[in-house]
């Protein structure tokens, strides 16, 4: 599988800033989702190398139901890059609109914590290409600045 996409609504319980759901939750459940597309990709365990290039453009409110997309845009060796976009709105059928888009690196690991090659993926079409060229993009200016 290389994509996965992760449905629920915002928790009323969230500790909330303002009546919205705080950028950390929304980064951790960008990292949950991440984590299920790679580790189901990898057959195994995966740790989080990177996450960024997140740009929030609007805010969730408790009781909005939340999609959060992940997919592969590359593999190389033990190395997973994704794209991941998170998007909320109303329960009552308004569509749903973009939160943050961003770009996450996992590193599949065995049993030992060392690195575990995966299987190869490559973007194919014109769409999964161009988004592949936009995550590399990414990380290669968070690598440069780093």
Same mark, same amino acid.
């Given at each position: 599988?290389?994509?996965?996409? =992760?449905?629920? =609504? %915002?928790?009323?319980?969230? =500790?909330?800033?303002? +009546?919205? @759901?705080?950028?950390?939750?929304? &980064? ?24 960024? +290039? ?10 909005? &139901? @939340? ?9 190389? +060796?033990?190395? &997973?890059?994704? %794209? ?11 569509? &749903? ?12 690991? +065995?049993?030992?914590?060392?690195? =575990?090659? @995966? ?28």
């Amino acid at each position: 599988m290389h994509s996965i996409t =992760l449905r629920f =609504l %915002a928790s009323e319980s969230s =500790l909330l800033q303002a +009546g919205r @759901v705080p950028g950390g939750t929304v &980064l951790r459940w960008v990292d949950e989702a991440g984590y299920a597309c790679a580790s189901a990709w990898a057959k195994g365990a995966c740790i989080t190398e990177f996450v960024g +290039g997140a740009d929030f453009v609007r805010p969730i409110r408790p009781g909005d &139901l @939340v999609e959060v997309h992940a997919r592969l845009t590359q593999t190389q +060796g033990a190395s &997973l890059s994704l %794209a991941v976009e998170v998007r909320s709105g109303p329960i009552h059928g308004a569509p &749903l609109e973009d939160v943050v888009h961003c770009v996450a690196v996992y590193t599949a690991v +065995g049993a030992d914590g060392e690195p =575990l090659a @995966v299987d190869k993926w490559t973007p194919e079409t014109p769409g999964d290409i161009a988004l592949a060229q936009r995550a590399q993009a990414h990380i290669d200016a968070a690598r440069a600045a780093a």
